[in-house]
């Protein structure tokens, strides 16, 4: 079973709406976890930390279930500019090394 | 704004040869990070270095990778006889407590 699980998407969704990326961890040791935004060859940039007692941040919202082991980020009313691959990451280990899942695509469209 | 530098940008290398990726993490942070890209495919974690030692590698991380610190600044990681399977971005990254931020990448080209 991989570390960390997402869908891979692609989500296309029109600009305005309200999408939902959804993530799976397998290490219930995992310490801490983000949400990364990663533009086409680009390096991942942190969009957010993510807590058990949610964390917003304008249009984004990130949650941590840690009973379910399931991570969630919600982005309300999209924007062209939000086209990008959302990564998942856990945190594990005294090194704290920072475990990616495979990503989910989002195209928002016009 | 504090950021991770990595140089080059770009490397093309003949299979076999020796590469160096240079990397300047954020000034006050403490622990640093080599992982790879291959095209289409997830970040993969290399090696953690903390207190001037590997903290954690992975299995990609074999005989043939070596990472350096070694003037308080730099960041090093060499591949002593590239495959060309080791053409990917390699990016670094550096973190002071919680938060980890990436540089822009080296995208390395084996031949």
């Known amino acids: 079973r991989k570390e960390v699980e997402q869908d891979p998407g692609p989500f296309n969704v029109p600009e305005g709406a309200t999408v939902a990326f959804n993530c799976t961890y397998s290490?219930?040791?995992?310490?801490?976890f983000f949400w990364y935004r990663q533009d086409c060859r680009k390096e991942p940039k942190l969009l957010m930390s993510?807590?058990?007692s949610g964390n917003e941040d304008g249009r984004f919202t990130a949650q941590l279930n840690r009973a379910s082991q399931y991570i969630s980020l919600l982005i309300r009313d999209s924007k062209l500019s939000d086209s990008a691959t959302y990564l998942c990451v856990g945190v594990t280990g005294t090194a704290s090394k920072l475990t990616f899942g495979t990503g989910t695509r989002l195209q928002v469209t016009l | 704004e504090p950021e991770v530098t990595q140089t080059p940008s770009h490397q093309v290398t003949q299979m076999g040869q020796e590469v160096i990726l240079r990397c300047v993490p954020i000034s006050n942070h403490l622990y640093f990070y080599w992982y790879r890209q291959i095209l289409g495919q997830k970040v993969e974690f290399l090696v953690s270095?903390?207190?001037?030692?590997?903290?954690?590698k992975s299995e990609i991380f074999d005989d043939q990778f070596s990472v350096e610190r070694p003037d308080g600044s730099n960041f090093t990681l060499k591949i002593r006889s590239t495959k060309l399977e080791d053409s990917a971005m390699y990016f670094c990254?550096?973190?002071?407590?919680?938060?980890?931020?990436f540089g822009q990448g080296t995208r390395l080209t084996v031949v």
């Open positions: 993510v807590y058990s």
């Open positions: 270095f903390y207190n001037n030692e590997i903290s954690e």
């Open positions: 990254a550096s973190k002071r407590q919680v938060e980890a931020f």
């Open positions: 290490n219930s040791a995992s310490q801490s």
